[in-house]
């Protein structure tokens, strides 16, 4: 079993739906949950960094991370053509860098 | 801003040569850097941990003789595949830490290869 499982999609949505995307884990000692923006030929780009359960909102993202049923998901609100990218998730149990265990990553299109 | 490079964002090379890939931290100094590949529709992997002036920690299953890191400044890290073979093709990807939380790490463009 993987440690971290995302839906490769790819998922298609009309210009401002809301979208949502998510990851399930298995290793219940993770603390630290992130998502990542990746665009073509680019990098990944932090959009959302979370510690432990809850929600966090920023602008038209937010994040929410459900421990107990070990889900975390990410909500884009008014959708944007530029919202087109592939969205990673990861998570580690520490706060450093080392041991990120990612997602396989959701391709997005927003469609104008 | 935080702006990490690598050079080149791609190559193509013959099965048995040597191949250098550089990891730029352009606008901050990075005292780690970290080596990830990801092959088609998989995740992330991380291969190693780079810290400047001192040897690279590698990730459990990544041989370290056949992919060497040099983290020569704070700025710069390599990561050679030496004697390239097919199942080296991947998509290889830095990042470069500028503070200690995972949320100042920045990452590279990322340099595709392909080994034929």
């Known amino acids: 079993q993987k440690e971290v499982e995302q839906d490769p999609g790819p998922l298609s949505v009309p210009e401002g739906a809301i979208v949502s995307l998510n990851c399930t884990y298995s290793?219940?000692?993770?603390?630290?949950f992130m998502w990542y923006r990746q665009y073509s030929r680019k990098g990944p780009e932090l959009l959302m960094y979370?510690?432990?359960?809850g929600n966090k909102e920023d602008g038209r993202f937010t994040a929410q991370v459900d421990k107990s049923s070990k889900y975390i998901s990410l909500f884009i609100r008014d959708s944007q053509p530029s919202d087109s990218a592939t969205y990673l998730c990861?998570?580690?149990?520490?706060?450093?860098?080392?041991?990120?265990?990612f997602g396989t990553g959701t391709r997005l299109t927003v469609i104008p | 801003g935080a702006v990490v490079s690598q050079h080149p964002s791609w190559v193509i090379c013959k099965s048995g040569t040597s191949v250098k890939i550089e990891c730029r931290s352009l606008d901050f100094q990075a005292t780690t850097m970290f080596w990830y590949r990801q092959f088609p529709k998989q995740s992330l992997m991380l291969m190693a941990t780079?810290?400047?002036?001192?040897?690279?920690?590698?990730e459990q299953g990544v041989e370290k003789d056949k992919f060497l890191i040099n983290h020569a400044s704070l700025t710069l890290s390599t990561l050679t595949v030496t004697s390239a073979h097919p199942e080296d093709s991947s998509f290889y990807i830095c990042?470069?830490?500028?503070?200690?939380?995972?949320?100042?790490?920045?990452f590279g463009p990322g340099t595709r290869l392909l080994v034929l």
């Open positions: 990861a998570m580690s149990e520490g706060g450093g860098a080392n041991n990120l265990f």
């Open positions: 990042s470069a830490q500028k503070g200690l939380l995972q949320e100042t790490q920045y």
């Open positions: 979370t510690y432990s359960s």
């Open positions: 780079s810290n400047e002036g001192s040897k690279a920690t590698y």
């Open positions: 290793n219940s000692a993770f603390q630290y």
